[in-house]
Structures are given as C-alpha cells and as structure tokens.
C-alpha cells in the first residue's frame, strides 16, 4: 500500500528566503508520480509541481523546484525568493502508475514573515 | 479554459438528514473525477474516482455514495448523515492520459449537527 510522510508539521522563515519542506513515500510500483499541493487559508487547493518516476532531473516550476531522491523515497518541495503569499499549507501525494488512487501526506503548514 | 464548480458552498445538516454535494466540470470532456475529505486541520482523505459516466470507484467506505450521471458532473450523497461526516467536501479533475495532477473545486464547507 502507498504512504506519504510529511514530518514538518510547521515551517516558518523570513521573506525572500528559501525553504525546503520534506515528504517521504512508500510504494512497491517502479513507476510512480508525485505531486506538491498548496491550500491558502480561504480553503482553495492548488496544484504546483510534479515528478514522474522515471525523470531523473527533478522539476522546476517558476520559483518551485523539487529534490527527488529515489533511493531514499523522498520528494522535498524547495521554494525560493518566498513571498507573503506563499503562506500556506503544502501538501505532498503519490499515484502509482495504473491506479487512479491517489495519498496524501499530513501537509506542513508554511509561514512567510516579514 | 476549464472550470470548477461545486455546490453548495457550505451546508449545515442534522444528524440522520440526508445530503447531495454537486460538482460540474466545464471545458474538459471526459475528464476524470474524484471526491475528496477533508477534516478541520486534517488531510484529504480520497473518497471516490471516476473515469467515465456511469462508472464510480470507492477508495473508502464512509457510509457515502457517489454518481457520474453527466460526463461533466459528479455527485456526493448519503441518505443519513453522521456527526463524522462534518467537513470540507473537494471535487478535483484530471486531464487522465499522461497527466496526473488534480485541479480543485472551491470546495464545501459542511457541518452535521
């Protein structure tokens, strides 16, 4: 059975700095997928990045990128240059290949300051 | 572009009435569905999927029940809500073939009393 791990429960760095939050999967599927979701304190989920299994090179989105480490099972989630508005709470979740089920992590909660 | 609706926006039930959360997806034919959970606090809890019209999957039982009666709506429901029950209801879509990440409806806020 699949399972995500987010040990962060809560994150909190000055602006304009960087962050890596972490997030651990188990699966016994050699082909997989991994996703990073941001929820805003108004409730509304959005997609930002993923990283297919098979890719070697970690993905890069805007200022998201990601630091797949396949032996270790790990997906950490880096956000550069953070901004007030990337408070939020980031969500980790895997799909195997073939399996339209979909886990979640616990989610780490992320506080940009001043 | 596509869209995401969900309704109601929240809903306040009593225990033992019976509930139909909606969502309807425009812009994007045959997509795949989902339902999701999710707790005060808590993480999504996958509820239900669907690739196709007529076709629902169950991922847990919650004593909740799902229809496809549109390609382009999915519907929650029970005939008896349960205090546990109380939550944010999300649909999401996906594009399916190669692309896997979900797109997330405004969600419903509901609260069984």
């Known amino acids: 059975a699949q399972k995500v791990t987010q040990t962060q429960t809560s994150i909190s760095v000055v602006e304009k700095t960087t962050v890596t939050m972490d997030c651990v999967y188990e699966t016994r599927d050699s082909s997989y997928f991994l996703f990073w979701y941001k929820q805003t304190a108004s409730g509304e989920i959005v997609f930002l990045i993923r990283q297919d299994s098979y890719k070697k090179e970690n993905a890069t989105v805007g200022h998201y990128s990601l630091n797949f480490q396949k032996p270790k099972s790990s997906i950490g989630l880096i956000i550069t240059a953070t901004q007030i508005e990337d408070s939020a709470v980031y969500f980790c979740?895997?799909?195997?290949?073939?399996?339209?089920?979909?886990?979640f992590g616990a989610g780490t909660k992320l506080t940009i300051k001043p | 572009a596509q869209t995401i609706h969900q309704w109601p926006v929240a809903e306040i039930k009593a225990v033992g009435s019976p509930l139909s959360l909606g969502c309807t997806i425009k812009g994007k034919s045959s997509p795949n569905l989902y339902w999701y959970w999710q707790a005060t606090g808590g993480t999504l809890q996958q509820l239900f999927y669907s690739i196709t019209v007529g076709q629902v999957e169950s991922v847990v039982q919650l004593n909740l029940s799902a229809s496809r009666p549109k390609d382009d709506q999915f519907i929650l429901s029970t005939e008896k809500l349960l205090l546990s029950h109380s939550g944010f209801y999300l649909c999401?879509?996906?594009?399916?073939?190669?692309?896997?990440?979900?797109?997330f409806g405004p969600g419903t806020r509901l609260t069984v009393l």
């Open positions: 999401a879509w996906s594009p399916g073939q190669g692309s896997y990440e979900q797109y």
């Open positions: 979740a895997m799909r195997e290949d073939g399996n339209e089920k979909i886990t």
